[in-house]
């Protein structure tokens, strides 16, 4: 248990010592998002037929922190221990995969929830936020967090360079993202688009995520907590695999 | 009989088309001081990436004080130190830090402290304790690799060319904790481009070349190999070099002032004896003979380039 703890410790003492640059950097562009297309759209839209354009905004741009600094913290964090040649502490210790594994991702998924709690702070005041069910609320932000933490995982043993780590994160994560309604509810999309979003994975995180606060979903919640759960275990049972294999990391 | 500290066999490597390692088979004994040598690419830090479970083997296996390094990872880890070569940092975190993160990834909590601390004593490490790893020079950074490699105080410690680059009191600092640390029980692994390091400090020596072990003796069975084979004679005449013959100063290697240098290739007497003929016949006078015999780097340097040809 201590070889976890310290790992977990280590990651989190990582991004805590730059905070400014992996906590309030990115809440501050989320409140930007929020502040100017609450502006743009607000006023034409509403959705669900009775939520306010910016209430439903709200929770999309949420979740839309959690993972993608989720995201940011697992890829970064090894993409740059392997460049400076410092995963190799790591690599000689007698930690388990499953210790490598679940410290990266904790602390991936507390600064996601670092980050989420500090646009829905700052964010709350200005909007009317319901809270239908605290529990889905935090199943899919924990969800969504571990989700993209391990997908960071990949990404930051397969990335050899910075640059692939960039283009990872830019040609798969961002289009994922925002094509999976942080900023549109399904039902305003063609049926062939509504049916090309269920095919992505983090629609349903959004879509379950939003559920928690509204009470209303364009899939049912249990659906996508299921979807969800199912995806995250195909990822984990993936990463276990190539830690236990070495590859990209014991040559 | 206990089981030796580290045990290979078979092992095979390869990266491409190149054999890295080419089936070593290699015991080294529970408290030994073993000096790995060998030239560029022969395959020294393959081998120890390999034993560190840093590198997987295509073939073969290695276990650590009983441990297999793949089956049994975590207990053949834990029994091992390694001081990287290259100079690695953590550029996040201060020097103690770095130490107290690297001895929880080992199992140990508070209870190691004060080892930490006596190791930032004997490194001389303390002044430097809280200061982030980016600040240090390239010596400071070197003694910080030793200390997290000793931190969970391992059977084995393995250093691969851990004096590359440092200043003398550095290498002095670091030679006389080594041999504290062999001296208390502990199984010590080095590698080093410099010779007279490996014939100070090691016991037993393995010359590895194009992934195989070429040599695997004690430093004093090394060095006799070397003992009865004399390098060179050095002749002096009883006149400048310069007024000798034409035909009795092309015999020799080199020549100044009134000696001469003869390279000796096989036995020395009869090559002595032939010398001294020519001496005789051209009526110069020999006043003193002087012989020098192969060291450590000669033997090394001869069983390499036997290999090679």
Redesign the interface.
Known sequence: M??F???F??EV??FY??MLQTVLAPMVTTLLYLLVFAHAIGGHVQVYGQVDYRSFLIPGLIMMSIIQNAFANSSSSLIQ?KV???I?????????YLEFYAAFVSAAVLRGLLVGLGVYLAASPFADLPMHSPFFIAVFAILGGSILATLGIIAGIWAEKFDQLASFQNFVVLPLTFLSGVFYSLRSLSSFWQGMSHLNPLFYMIDGFRYGFFGISDVSPVASLIVALGFLAALVAVTLFILKR?YRL?? | MSKPAIEIKGLHKRYGSVAALDGIDLEIPKGAFFGLLGPNGAGKSTLI?AI?????PDRGTISVMGHDVIDD???A??C?G?V?Q?L??????TVR?VLR?????????RENYDWIEQLLYELRLQDKANSNMRSLSGGMKRRVLIA?ALVHRPDIVILDEPTAGVDIEVRQLLWALIRRLHGEGHTIILTTHYLEEAETLCERIAILNMGRVVALDSKQGLLSRGEDQVKSIEFTVDRPVTTLPDAVRGLFAQSADQRCVLDVKGDCGPTLMAALEVFQAAGIGVMEVRTERADLEDVFMDITRMDRS
């Open positions: 201590t070889g703890r310290t790992l410790y280590k003492l990582r010592k730059v221990s400076a040649g410092n190799v502490f790591v690599l000689l210790a007698p930690l388990s070495g014991r040559h | 990436n560190a479970g840093l590198t997987r990872y975590q207990a880890r834990r091992l390694v990287p290259e690695v940092f953590d550029a996040f975190f830090e993160i690297q001895s929880g990834y080992f199992g140990l909590g997290q």
